[in-house]
């Protein structure tokens, strides 16, 4: 069964520092998000990418934040500048053809934290 | 976005069937109501959506009431893999099909 692939699973880094979350979505598929998730909280739409370009962003994807598609298969979560705050479950998520209402695919999760 | 109100726990019996309600009074005409579920320490997976019918497939059944503002998700056999936080979302809006999820309803399996 096809899944969505992220690495690393777990990242420590010191605050301040710059950390790029990789995801390899499904081939062939067109749509794709990152989520993230607080311990003990829900989880959090960041970013939807569509064509090459961010179709969506939340309040929480400042200017901090940036997404890449670099190859046509990886698919990458950047923060500039960590701050603790940033601690938590990074999920990317990736959708089919045609239609914005098909299943989405979730990754395993990159667990971040912030020093 | 719709609100959505789902019950924050539910306990089953193993192999016993569950339902999960969602209330959804809010939801406009063209948003299809999604369920995720999330087990733990795992990212969220697909269970099943529809749109005004009820929907079946080999993990679970939707019922959708005929105004849509409320539905149920059915587990027909619970098993302690079903233990998970089970989410019921409308959308995905507009193209981009961006999930928004609530608290969700923890389901208790018990042996």
């Known amino acids: 069964e096809p899944e969505v692939t992220q690495t690393p699973s777990h990242q420590v880094t010191q605050m301040g520092q710059e950390v790029i979350l990789r995801c390899v979505p499904i081939?062939?598929?067109?749509?794709f998000y990152w989520y993230r998730q607080i311990l003990g909280q829900k989880v959090e739409f960041l970013v939807s990418?569509?064509?090459?370009?961010?179709?969506?962003k939340s309040e929480i994807f400042d200017d901090q934040f940036s997404v890449e598609r670099p190859d046509g298969s990886n698919f990458t979560l950047k923060i500039r500048s960590t701050k603790l705050e940033d601690s938590a479950m990074y999920f990317c998520?990736?959708?089919?053809?045609?239609?914005?209402?098909?299943?989405?695919?979730f990754g395993q999760g990159t667990r971040l934290t912030v020093v | 976005d719709a609100k959505t109100t789902q019950p924050n726990s539910m306990e089953s019996n193993e192999e016993e069937p569950v339902h999960l309600p969602c209330n959804h009074s809010?939801?406009?005409?063209?948003?299809?109501i999604h369920w995720y579920r999330q087990l733990p320490s795992q990212g969220p997976e697909y269970v099943i959506h529809?749109?005004?019918s009820n929907v079946n497939n080999r993990m679970a059944s939707l019922a959708i009431a005929e105004d849509r503002k409320s539905s149920t998700l059915i587990l027909h056999r619970a098993t302690l893999r079903d233990a998970a936080v089970y989410y019921c979302?409308?959308?995905?809006?507009?193209?981009?099909?961006?999930?928004?999820f609530g608290q969700g309803t923890t389901l208790q399996v018990k042996p």
């Open positions: 998520a990736s959708r089919g053809r045609g239609n914005a209402n098909t299943e989405a695919f």
């Open positions: 081939s062939n598929h067109l749509y």
């Open positions: 990418f569509y064509n090459n370009e961010i179709s969506e």
């Open positions: 809010t939801i406009s005409g063209t948003d299809y």
């Open positions: 529809g749109l005004t």
């Open positions: 979302i409308p959308g995905g809006r507009g193209n981009t099909g961006k999930l928004i």
